[in-house]
């Protein structure tokens, strides 16, 4: 296992110019991948506090192409991020979606890089239920709930909502909006209120987002890497191992043909207008 571990790391770096292990002797890039809806932060904070104490990595690159998530999470991530870039240089690189939650992470980097067409901001937040009355009437259920107070059941799928529940769940929504807002403002030194008219939920292509300044630069990965060279201090067209996280379990042997860049299998491309 330690010699197969060792070929795969030297495929990587030879190859590649990369290698998946904080071990791997010399100066090095770190990549941190933020991908789909965002319902827990431990591993990505985990690897990118991994990054940050290790001296041999030189600066960062997010990979992001999420369309957001929970907000606790996105908000721990931000302040992991922000930690991160006191301690090294930071780039964000947007893929095809990087909205709401996905933007929320992205904020606090040195340069934000996104694609033409990368779909982001969707600085806003939403609160879904269902009303399911009139379906248990047809069904003859009646529902019964015994309550500590008259917004304990605010919500629920059983009743309709009244007035004082609306009231009560949209201070909630525009409580946490503001926080996202408050945030994004302070991390790309934005006045708020110039701010707030296009924080009001809608999507931006990377061309808006450009236009609007809530990114700096468009440019893919690779575009993303160079200029985090420069951050750095290095040579932007010099090859340097990259240790990317957090880490998926793939089979061996997918490992090794990665590495070598043969590719064992196919995935349908992720439309990038799915917008939560």
Known sequence: MILLA????????????????????????????????????????????????????????????????????????????????AAKPVVVSMSSLAASGGYYVSA??????????????????????????????KLGIQRQALTSGKLKDAGSPFRA??????????????DIHEQFVADVAKARKIDINTLRPIADGRALTGNQALKAGLVDKLG?????????????????????????GPEKDEPWLRQILGAIRLDVHTDLPESGVVIR
């Open 6 to 85: 060792g070929v795969i790391a030297a495929f990587r770096f030879f190859f590649g110019g990369e290698t998946s292990s904080l071990d791997f002797d010399g100066d090095k890039i770190g990549i941190v991948r933020i991908e789909g809806m965002l319902t827990d932060s431990e591993e990505i904070n985990t690897w990118i506090r991994e990054l940050r104490d290790d001296k041999s990595v030189k600066g960062v690159v997010l990979r992001v192409n999420c369309p957001g998530g929970a907000v606790a999470p996105s908000q721990e991530i931000y302040n992991a991020v922000v930690r991160l870039t």
């Open 220 to 244: 893919g990965f690779e575009e993303a890497v160079e200029e985090l060279k420069i951050l750095c201090g290095l040579d932007p067209t010099k090859r340097m191992p990259v240790v990317e």
């Open 161 to 174: 909502m009244t007035p004082e529940d609306r009231k009560y769940l949209m201070g909630l929504i525009a």
């Open 108 to 137: 606090p980097a040195h340069l934000i890089m996104a694609n033409p067409s990368t779909i982001t901001g969707s600085i806003g937040v939403i609160m879904e239920m269902s009303n399911l009355e009139g379906l248990f009437e």
